[in-house]
């Protein structure tokens, strides 16, 4: 049988605030995602947490909660730098280490737990060595089972600071007593949709027969929810050395306040594609089809995509291709946030090399830019037509590349 820790650090960027800052500790704590005024939090501490501010909340709704609210601006080099560190002790357990996000973690250790005393003492010297060499403010919670579905279950099932061992013997009992939007996979909208059938816990979902499933979901998703159900998960778990190629990058962001103006609705788009290129050449991809959304101050929202017909990863291409889905789409309210999407990726060594004059002196240019942003500082050298302009340097994510 396999032996899975998911490893879920506890209000993360808030208690690495905290350990930082001993004036933060055992104070209601937000960390904002940038200095924007239209920012949200991203992270609460404990102490806030039990106050009701939660991820997503808008600072004006946050300080409502809770009007002691101390807030502190995100720093993600330093969210990294710790993660790093963590990094390096879980691999002193097991070579199999695959990153869930900035803040969790799976650790396939069914070939190394003898070497330990079990897969319990491992997470027990996790937690020890995480306080003693990271901080004794920032905690975690582990779950152990048999797959990465269940072990994601038991670590979420008691927070902050805990431990779960999820056994054959007592699966069944932690299945059936776990609301289903508290699986992993299995969000808001699906809940509701199951709801609509009649299905509203795990017990319904088993016997719930899989064809009628298959009418509302398909067929791979009826069966992957009925797998939920019973707590069935063969996914190995992955190195992160051994990353996945990607499909996809994206940039967004609130504005701060919002625009109606079509000309700084293009700057923005432009600035974003920008960020989506830099990311697509840093790591060696190229992109087919772009695409933009935008979010208006009724918080609706609409989007629309395109392939351009040939691979680039130069930023004012793609906001050319952008700009062209921005006027068929109109701006027809105020806007409150933009996104932008690069698909259809492929890397480097399988795009036809184009021969072109023109297309040479272009990627020379792009490289000079990235080696001198790369050195001195980012956007240190930017396109003319964004000059002057100002614009959020801070946008939403933090790419594959988390550390």
């Given at each position: 049988?396999?032996?899975?820790?998911?490893?879920?650090?506890?209000?993360?960027?808030?208690?690495?605030?905290?350990?930082?800052?001993?004036?933060?500790?055992?104070?209601?704590?937000?960390?904002?995602?940038?200095?924007?005024?239209?920012?949200?939090?991203?992270?609460?501490?404990?102490?806030?947490?039990?106050?009701?501010?939660?991820?997503?909340?808008?600072?004006?709704?946050?300080?409502?909660?809770?009007?002691?609210?101390?807030?502190?601006?995100?720093?993600?080099?330093?969210?990294?730098?710790?993660?790093?560190?963590?990094?390096e002790?879980?691999?002193?357990y097991?070579?199999?280490?695959?990153?869930?996000?900035?803040?969790?973690?799976?650790?396939?250790?069914?070939d190394?737990?003898?070497?330990?005393?079990?897969?319990?003492?491992?997470?027990?010297?996790?937690?020890?060595?995480?306080?003693?060499?990271?901080?004794?403010?920032?905690?975690?919670?582990?779950?152990?089972a048999?797959?990465?579905?269940?072990?994601?279950?038991?670590?979420?099932?008691?927070?902050?600071?805990?431990?779960?061992?999820?056994?054959?013997?007592?699966?069944?009992?932690?299945?059936?007593?776990?609301?289903?939007?508290?699986?992993?996979?299995?969000?808001?909208?699906?809940?509701?949709?199951?709801?609509?059938?009649?299905?509203?816990?795990?017990?319904?979902?088993?016997?719930?027969?899989?064809?009628?499933?298959?009418?509302?979901?398909?067929?791979?998703?009826?069966?992957?929810?009925?797998?939920?159900?019973?707590?069935?998960?063969?996914?190995?778990?992955?190195?992160?050395?051994?990353?996945?190629?990607?499909?996809?990058?994206?940039c967004?962001?609130?504005l701060?306040?919002?625009?109606?103006?079509?000309?700084?609705?293009?700057?923005?788009?432009?600035?974003?594609?920008?960020?989506?290129?830099?990311?697509?050449?840093?790591?060696?991809?190229?992109?087919w089809?772009?695409?933009?959304?935008?979010?208006?101050n009724?918080?609706?929202?609409?989007?629309?995509?395109?392939?351009?017909?040939?691979?680039?990863?130069?930023g004012?291409?793609m906001s050319?291709?952008?700009?062209e889905?921005l006027?068929?789409l109109?701006?027809?309210?105020?806007?409150?946030?933009?996104?932008?999407?690069?698909?259809?990726?492929a890397?480097?060594?399988?795009?036809?090399?184009?021969?072109?004059?023109?297309?040479?002196?272009?990627?020379?240019?792009?490289?000079?830019?990235?080696?001198?942003?790369?050195?001195?500082?980012?956007?240190?050298?930017?396109?003319?037509?964004?000059?002057?302009?100002?614009?959020?340097q801070?946008?939403?994510?933090?790419?594959?590349?988390?550390?």
């Open positions: 049988m396999r032996r899975i820790l998911h490893i879920d650090m506890n209000s993360y960027f808030a208690t690495v605030e905290q350990q930082a800052n001993p004036r933060l500790r055992g104070k209601p704590v937000a960390v904002l995602g940038s200095k924007a005024k239209r920012t949200i939090i991203v992270a609460s501490s404990v102490e806030a947490k039990k106050q009701g501010v939660k991820t997503g909340d808008r600072l004006s709704e946050a300080k409502i909660k809770c009007p002691d609210l101390v807030i502190v601006h995100g720093e993600p080099r330093k969210y990294s730098d710790v993660t790093r560190r963590f990094i002790i879980f691999e002193s097991t070579n199999l280490v695959e990153i869930f996000s900035i803040d969790e973690a799976f650790l396939d250790v069914t190394t737990e003898h070497l330990f005393n079990g897969a319990e003492t491992i997470a027990l010297e996790i937690k020890r060595r995480i306080r003693e060499e990271i901080g004794s403010f920032i905690s975690c919670s582990v779950g152990i048999e797959n990465k579905f269940l072990a994601k279950l038991g670590s979420d099932s008691q927070k902050p600071d805990g431990l779960v061992n999820i056994t054959p013997q007592n699966k069944d009992e932690i299945l059936l007593a776990t609301p289903l939007p508290d699986f992993c996979g299995i969000g808001n909208r699906i809940f509701k949709r199951l709801r609509a059938i009649g299905i509203k816990t795990t017990k319904e979902l088993r016997e719930y027969p899989e064809y009628l499933l298959a009418r509302e979901f398909g067929l791979v998703s009826a069966r992957n929810l009925k797998k939920m159900s019973f707590g069935v998960d063969s996914s190995p778990v992955t190195s992160y050395h051994n990353q996945a190629d990607a499909k996809s990058f994206s967004s962001r609130t701060n306040r919002d625009v109606f103006s079509a000309s700084e609705i293009e700057c923005q788009i432009l600035f974003l594609f920008e960020k989506v290129a830099k990311k697509l050449r840093d790591e060696g991809y190229f992109a089809e772009i695409g933009i959304w935008l979010r208006f009724d918080f609706s929202g609409t989007g629309k995509r395109k392939r351009i017909g040939y691979f680039t990863q130069d004012m291409v050319r291709y952008g700009l889905l006027s068929q109109g701006i027809k309210r105020a806007v409150r946030a933009i996104g932008v999407y690069a698909g259809k990726v890397k480097k060594e399988y795009v036809p090399v184009s021969f072109l004059l023109e297309d040479k002196e272009n990627e020379k240019i792009l490289t000079t830019i990235d080696v001198v942003n790369n050195r001195y500082g980012e956007d240190c050298i930017t396109r003319g037509v964004l000059l002057g302009r100002n614009l959020k801070v946008v939403s994510g933090m790419g594959r590349k988390k550390f």
